[in-house]
């Protein structure tokens, strides 16, 4: 038998990050993820096994970055401290998840490789155009977000410059718009 909860109990707390029922409830087969708590919990428990060297960002970056806002500077200590483990010129990999015209993909700025990754399992093409744009502002922002001593290991490290990376757009199975599989293939 299971346990009914009302949808404002809180079900997960991972430090920063909390979610309820309700927000879980959008994880349901052939439901949008509409929530960015699940999203942002997962952040969250990724960062926490995750090397150093990554950064798994939560939501409110991107959505600073599109609404052309400011972090404060609590809120930037917070971001830093909880998600951004290392040093600008020591992150290797940065994974953001994105949101734009009702749905999700990732970006993922590969920093040796100097590329804006972008992973979408259900790919519109009319919205490609879009979608680089988005991904440069996220970029630029973070460029922006990380400027100071502060944020590089040494005097002369060097800060690495997200918004002149190249884009990649890699060939990912596609999910079937009617059946929600998110991309898998079959045997």
């Known amino acids: 038998m299971t346990a009914c909860f009302p949808d404002s109990e809180l079900l997960v707390d991972v430090s920063d990050c909390i979610t309820n029922k309700a927000a879980l409830m959008t994880l349901v087969p052939r439901a949008d993820v509409v929530d960015d708590q699940v999203l942002n919990v997962v952040v969250r428990m990724l960062t926490r096994n ?5 950064w798994f960002l939560p939501t ?4 600073a970055a599109l609404e052309g806002r400011m972090l ?3 809120t930037t200590t917070s971001l830093r401290n909880n ?5 600008v010129d020591r992150v290797t990999r940065i994974h953001q998840p994105m949101w734009c015209d009702g749905h999700w993909y990732l ?6 490789r100097m590329k ?3 992973l979408d399992s259900l790919r519109d093409p009319a919205q490609a155009e879009a979608r680089n744009i988005t991904m440069m502002r996220v970029a630029l922002y973070l460029g922006g977000l990380t400027l100071g001593q502060s944020w590089l290991s040494g005097n002369c490290s060097v800060r690495p410059r997200f918004s002149m990376f190249d884009f990649e757009d890699p060939e ?3 999910q079937d718009r009617k059946l929600m599989d998110c991309g898998t293939v079959d045997d």
Do not use: N
Not at 83 to 87: L, N, Q, T
């Open 50 to 54: 995750s090397k150093q060297t990554q």
């Open 83 to 87: 998600y951004m483990r290392c040093k």
């Open 60 to 63: 409110s970056i991107m959505q």
């Open 172 to 174: 990912l199975p596609q």
């Open 72 to 74: 404060t500077s609590g």
């Open 107 to 112: 970006m993922i700025i590969d920093v040796p």
């Open 116 to 118: 804006l990754i972008y």
